[in-house]
């Protein structure tokens, strides 16, 4: 069975604060692939980023910034230099392989960047 | 293109109506799928489909059924409504490539009283 814990429920920061949202995933799949959505206070899911079991290597994309180590388990996502627009619940998703790419969700983190 | 597309937007059910939810997606994708959201839950999969004509079960399918019977749409189906099915309904559709992402709809938002 395939679990994503995202153990932080609320996060509040300051504008221009750094924020790191956890992500920490149990899977038996060797090859396997994860996935970071964004739900503004709109509704809908917006994709962010994905990253395979085979390429550890960490990626940025503008202020936002994404680690993923293996060896914990772990796929955190990084947003510096916060700001209001940010303000959302991020879910971090798994999909092992030979599963129809079902997503496993964790439960989301709301972030919620203040003046 | 209009990407994922669901109908209707918000509903209000009385305990034990029936009701269809339309999910339709514009970009060939060969597999679809419907979740449902619930505060501190996250999402969670029904039903989900592989191709024309097929379905299969996900994590939470009771009380639900779906039928695909055209590969660009995917209907999800409450023959009784119950109170515990409030929730916020969201259609994802995705190309099948192992790997890359789902696209979802806009979500419908069911109140069952």
């Known amino acids: 069975a395939q679990k994503v814990t995202q153990a932080q429920t609320e996060i509040s920061v300051v504008e221009k604060e750094d924020v790191t949202l956890d992500c920490v995933y149990e899977?038996?799949?060797?090859?396997?692939?994860l996935f970071w959505y964004k739900q503004p206070p709109s509704g809908e899911l917006v994709f962010l980023i994905r990253?395979?079991?085979?390429?550890?290597q960490n990626e940025i994309s503008g202020r936002y910034s994404w680690n993923f180590q293996k060896s914990t388990s772990s796929f955190n996502f990084t947003i510096t230099a916060s700001q209001v627009v940010d303000s959302a619940v991020y879910f971090c998703a798994l999909s092992g392989s030979g599963t129809a790419s079902k997503l496993t969700f964790g439960t989301g983190t709301r972030l919620q960047v203040t003046l | 293109n209009a990407g994922v597309t669901q109908t209707p937007k918000f509903r209000v059910l009385k305990t034990g109506q029936s009701m269809t939810l339309l999910c339709a997606q514009d970009m060939n994708h060969e597999y679809m799928y419907w979740y449902r959201q619930d505060p501190g839950m996250g999402l969670r999969l029904i039903h989900y489909?592989?191709?024309?004509?097929?379905?299969a079960k996900g994590e939470v399918p009771d009380g639900y059924n779906v039928s695909r019977l055209k590969k660009q749409n995917f209907l999800l189906g409450l023959e009784s409504a119950a109170p515990s099915q409030t929730s916020v309904y969201f259609c994802a559709s995705h190309d099948g490539g192992l790997g890359n992402e789902q696209f979802f709809g806009p979500g419908t938002r069911l109140t069952v009283l």
């Open positions: 990253r395979n079991s085979f390429d550890e």
């Open positions: 899977t038996r799949d060797t090859t396997y692939y």
């Open positions: 489909s592989v191709g024309e004509g097929t379905t």
